[in-house]
């Protein structure tokens, strides 16, 4: 029962990781920082670096991350727990008979044959949560279930790179609430708010260090430095 458990809640976590992701992923991140902050929030290392910036300065981010804390030390007490009585030698029973088969094994060998076991079926599903085809399916079922029932609101911007200080390089797509909307860049008026509009993706082509009379359209992508959370609150309205 204990194995049975142990590779149950193995299981579990390998899905719980691939969900935030996914989550992280809708609200803007880069898929590879999104993977990432999902394996470092469940298992409550590695987030020390400049892109857990990303993550504490958005209020959507910082709810999924506390998801995955709490999922993260739940997951791993059970773990060791049922790894541990795993292990545990049987005081009760001097042998042990494997079903379906003649074969007695002293009760003192029981924890290395689970140990073993364990070992087995470990690399096995790492194997599977890793195989490209796999997981690909797998992420895509996990993205539609969670757009289906609304459980993260996707935005329309991808955060790219970040800085000390909450600085970084974000590229939105100027959706039909943005304040800058039908807006020539002087009128946005961004350098009040530290915004640099770096480039403007239009429609397949680029127009980089646009002119301060470059007029903003729907669906413009604008690569936009400066402080996210500025860029967040000035060009895009974000739902927490």
């Given at each position: ?19 935030g992701?996914?989550a ?13 902050q ?8 590695g ?7 990303l ?15 709490v ?17 545990r030698p049987?005081m009760?029973?001097?042998?042990f ?6 074969i ?7 924890p ?16 599977l949560?890793t ?25 329309s ?21 943005s304040?800058?909307?039908?807006k ?10 530290d ?46």
């Amino acid at each position: 029962m204990n194995l049975l458990l142990f590779i149950v809640t193995l299981m579990i976590s390998f899905i719980a990781v691939r969900i935030g992701a996914i989550a992280f992923e809708l609200t803007g991140l880069e898929w590879s920082f999104a993977k990432f902050q999902s394996i470092s929030c469940f298992t409550g290392t590695g987030f020390t670096t400049k892109e857990s910036e990303l993550v504490v300065g958005n209020p959507q981010r910082r709810r999924i991350a506390s998801v995955l804390m709490v999922l993260g030390n739940v997951g791993l007490v059970t773990l060791i727990a049922t790894f541990a009585n795993t292990l545990r030698p049987n005081m009760i029973v001097s042998t042990f008979t494997i079903p379906f088969l003649p074969i007695s094994i002293p009760s003192r060998i029981l924890p290395w044959a689970n140990l073993l076991i364990l070992v087995i079926l470990a690399y096995v599903i790492y194997r599977l949560f890793t195989r490209t085809k796999f997981t690909k399916r797998l992420t895509d079922k996990l993205r539609s279930i969670i757009l289906k029932k609304e459980i993260v609101k996707p935005v329309s911007f991808e955060e790219l790179i970040v800085a000390t200080g909450g600085y970084g390089i974000s590229q939105i797509e100027v959706c039909k609430e943005s304040p800058i909307l039908n807006k020539m860049i002087r009128e946005a008026n961004l350098r009040s708010h530290d915004i640099t509009i770096l480039a403007v993706e239009r429609k397949g082509a680029v127009i980089p260090n646009p002119s301060a009379d470059t007029n903003i359209l729907l669906n413009d992508k604008l690569v936009c430095f400066g402080k996210l959370e500025h860029i967040r609150k000035e060009i895009c309205v974000i739902h927490d």
